[in-house]
């Protein structure tokens, strides 16, 4: 399911209390939500709190919510902002070390796989990181992106296409040392 | 390796890692997948058996209703806990809640609401299809704010709520306030709604009335302007103020502690940067560490219709001032004056080399692309480039670096 594709009357059958939308919407934007903080905070402890947090905060702010057709970009600027608020008031753990055990941390899943997304957290930056995790799990455009992110359309086109360029480089690097 | 493996990729490693907490948020939200065909009439029962909870609700529109049901329980709990204290109260009371809509509700000495009434435009909207009148003025407080959420003039980055009582017996008139702003403060809480509320008791008198209705603003909001030009700014004017939103006025009254107020929350949470990164910003700018700054402090403050944070500190011989926008973190202004060296605290000779601060620019470290743009939030991700460096090498077998020395 490409979380895109969110259906807006989740949230507003949320707001009056509809358990039934708040699984579904987690069941389509789980993985979002886990990566766009992942992406922001580099940091799986860090990410699993900001996705509790915010599921519970949209559940809450669902009536909030103004039907204009953008229902991941809501849910999904709620994660920035709890990110954000970790960051601020330094909450976060830098536990970078975690990192180099991604691929050996759990056996399951691709190992290529977990070595580009090491990749991509520890070789790009900040925003590049954002831009290219959602891209790859929303499914959303970059002009839909630029607007999360509060960034020019252009400026989230041209560091996507230099995050690519930077984590190809990265990753045949890899491949070849192996 | 394409773009479209990549970020294949990418997705598949994130949802192998994502955590399954469905069940756990469920439980804690208390919900469950059944559909909820009975909600409307759980809210009717629970409602009617409360005799303070007027049912206003044939009057609203269907956006105003579902905050109705969702906070439904919380106006219940709240209204069933105050109806002890409603039986004789004789105080008749003005009550002005700000967000940026301002609202004054006037009371009678049961604390029903006599005729609520909208300051600006923007209550005329929030106020729209509500009729309070005859309800308990925690229920009418709530149901406002409820209304102020739907219609988003209360939201994460706009996020506090101005809570003034004025009233012919001043010690009823705090009490009030008291309860209004602790109550309001449950409710949000109970809401998971972060906000922040400040509460005060507003001696009422002709001056600030005028002053009020010459400028539209509340009584409540005037008094707070009011309150805060007796803090000690040197930099705070009347005119700045009254350019300032009602959040920002709250901040800066909890910042600078105003007179007599009840403070839940913090309006900084929002959107402002927070005390600690402003520093951080003018150590930097400064080329100072921590460490060896002396005499750290900052004091929130407002100019020229900015709200600022006002760095000192001492380095070396120098003193230290800078003013850092409270939202976006750039330097407003800045000075290093000499002082001489340490000996006597204060005093000094002031050689006013205003402005010749050094800037250090935006980040050290020497890695081109965290460089490109003077985003503070990636600052601190600057310094970790070294671990990443391992990877740069391609000679790793899987013992790390211990192998050196042999």
């Known amino acids: 399911m490409n979380a895109a594709y969110v259906d807006e009357n989740l949230i507003i059958r949320m707001a009056a209390g509809d358990g039934a939308a708040f699984k579904e919407l987690y069941e389509q934007t789980a993985s979002a939500v886990y990566g766009f903080a992942l992406s922001i905070l580099k940091n799986k402890h860090d990410a699993e709190d900001v996705m509790h947090d915010a599921f519970i905060k949209a559940y809450s702010a669902a009536v909030t919510y103004k039907p204009m057709g953008k229902p991941l970009a809501w849910l999904l600027t709620i994660v920035k902002n709890l990110c954000y608020t970790r960051i601020r008031t330094g909450s976060v ?7 180099e055990d991604l691929v050996h941390i759990d056996e399951s899943g691709s190992v290529h796989d977990k070595i580009v997304l090491q990749e991509a957290l520890s070789k790009l930056d900040f925003e590049e990181r954002q831009i290219v995790i959602l891209h790859s799990l929303t499914g959303l455009k970059h002009r839909e992106i630029a607007d999360i992110l509060e960034l020019p359309t252009g400026t989230v086109l041209s560091k996507y296409n230099r995050s690519l360029k930077k984590l190809k480089k990265a990753i045949e690097g890899k491949g070849d040392s192996k | 390796m394409t773009e ?34 009975l909600m409307h009439d759980t809210i009717a029962q629970d409602s009617a058996a409360d005799k303070n909870w007027k049912p206003v609700s044939g009057r609203l529109g269907a956006g105003w209703m579902k905050a109705v049901i969702s906070c439904a329980a919380v106006l219940v709990l709240v209204v069933g806990g105050l109806s002890v204290y409603n039986l004789n109260k004789t105080a008749f009371a003005l009550v002005s809640l700000d967000v940026n809509p301002g609202i004054e509700i006037s009371i009678d000495s049961n604390e029903r609401v006599i005729s609520a009434t909208p300051v600006n435009d923007e209550a005329k909207d929030v106020l ?44 009823a008139g705090t009490e009030l306030e008291k309860k209004l702003s602790e109550n309001l403060n449950a409710y949000l809480e109970d809401s998971q709604i972060t906000a922040a509320i400040l509460g005060q008791y507003v001696n009422e008198d002709e001056a600030l009335k005028s002053f009020a209705e010459t400028n539209g603003i509340s009584i409540g909001k005037a008094w707070l302007i009011k309150n805060l030009l007796n803090t000690g700014s040197t930099k705070m004017t009347e005119a700045d103020l009254l350019k300032l939103s009602t959040q920002e006025l709250i901040l800066l009254g909890q910042k600078r502690g105003v007179a007599n107020n009840t403070s839940y929350g913090d309006a900084e949470s929002g959107k402002y940067i927070g005390s600690e990164k402003a520093i951080s910003i003018a150590l930097e700018k400064a080329g100072v560490k921590k460490a060896s700054a002396q005499n750290l402090h900052y004091e929130f403050d407002a100019e020229k219709g900015v709200l600022i944070y006002e760095v ?52 050290g470290g020497g890695n081109a692309y965290y460089d490109d743009d003077d985003d503070d939030w990636d600052d601190r991700y600057d310094d970790d480039d070294d671990w990443d460096d391992r990877y740069d090498d391609d000679d790793d077998d899987d013992d790390d670096d211990d192998d050196d020395d042999d």
């Not at chain 2, 490693?13 to 939200?29: K, R, W």
């Open chain 2, 4 to 37: 479209s493996k990549i970020n294949e990729s990418l997705k598949a490693a994130v949802e192998e890692m994502t955590p399954n907490m469905l069940d756990a948020l469920m439980s804690e939200l208390d919900i469950t997948d059944e559909p909820k065909e």
């Open chain 2, 312 to 363: 000192s500190f001492r380095a070396g011989d120098y003193e230290y001032d800078y003013d850092i926008n409270a939202i976006d973190g750039s330097i407003v202004s800045y000075e290093k004056e000499y002082e001489g060296p340490v000996a006597g605290a204060g005093g000094g000779t002031s050689n006013g080399s205003s402005g010749s601060g050094t800037s250090n620019g935006s980040s």
């Open chain 2, 128 to 171: 729209s299809d509500m009729d309070l009148k005859g309800s308990d003025i925690n229920v009418a407080t709530n149901a406002i704010v409820g209304s102020m959420l739907t219609h988003g003039y209360l939201t994460d980055l706009s996020n506090s709520i101005l809570v003034s009582v004025s009233a012919q017996d001043e010690a």
């Open chain 1, 93 to 99: 753990c830098e536990d970078i070390s975690e990192y």
